[in-house]
T-cell receptor, first 112, second 112 residues
Framework: GDSVTQMEGPVTLSEEAFLTINCTYT??????LFWYVQYPGEGLQLLLK?????DKGSNKGFEATYRKETTSFHLEKGSVQVSDSAVYFC???????????FGRGTQLTVWP | DAGITQSPRYKITETGRQVTLMCHQT?????MFWYRQDLGHGLRLIYY???????DKGEVPDGYVVSRSKTENFPLTLESATRSQTSVYFC???????????FGPGTRLTVT
């Protein structure tokens, strides 16, 4: 069935380090792909999205490219900040009712 | 308040009690969702709704009941709470043509 697999956490980095969080999906067709972020004590917020192959989503210095050939949507940031500490969720939207399928989440902690 | 709200934000209840979690959105979005978030599982879909009076089961519906008599409200009821239902519950909504699911702030439920 449809699913999302993302990199296990936690991930701990120093400020200004490079970040990659891997995400791969299993789905039929051409799903839309998303990264959501959850800051401590809050609900999830959309970070970025890509709706077709080779699209690059970007926001707040984060980027992810929709790679259909590898069914991947890895999240990257060139220089992380302490304020990026959060849980990051990869997700894709299936064809039914706008339903999202989420990965298990990756906890990121950035130290000064 | 505009947006999506959940109440209560925190709830402690005893095993066997009935408890209802409320969700209210002000956008008149058609689609609404209930998720539970547990460590190691990410977000799992409990129930969703495409419109008033239309609901359907997600991945983990057992022990939960939903209703949607009005577009803006989507309450989730635990008919007889169990300890395994201790979790953080998130409500979300999305418009007919939107990509982004908007999440409420969550309800932390503890069943003793």
């Amino acid at each position: 069935g449809d699913s999302v697999t993302q990199m296990e956490g936690p991930v701990t980095l120093s400020e200004e380090a490079f970040l990659t969080i891997n995400c791969t999906y299993t789905a039929t067709g051409y799903p839309s792909l998303f990264w959501y972020v959850q800051y401590p004590g809050e609900g999830l917020q959309l970070l970025l999205k890509a709706t077709k192959a080779d699209d690059k989503g970007s926001n707040k210095g984060f980027e992810a490219t929709y790679r259909k050939e590898t069914t991947s949507f890895h999240l990257e940031k060139g220089s992380v900040q302490v304020s990026d500490s959060a849980v990051y969720f990869c997700a894709y939207r299936g064809s039914t009712l706008g339903r999202l399928y989420f990965g298990r989440g990756t906890q990121l902690t950035v130290w000064p | 308040d505009a947006g999506i709200t959940q109440s209560p934000r925190y709830k402690i209840t005893e095993t066997g009690r009935q408890v209802t979690l409320m969700c209210h959105q002000t956008w008149s979005h058609s689609y609404m969702f209930w998720y539970r978030q547990d460590l190691g599982h990410g977000l799992r879909l409990i129930y969703y709704s495409a419109a008033a009076d239309i609901t359907d089961k997600g991945e983990v519906p057992d022990g939960y009941v939903v209703s949607r008599s009005k577009t803006e409200n989507f309450p989730l009821t635990l008919e007889s709470a169990t300890r395994s239902q201790t979790s953080v519950y998130f409500c979300a909504s999305i418009g007919d043509r939107g990509y982004e699911q908007y999440f409420g702030p969550g309800t932390r439920l503890t069943v003793t």
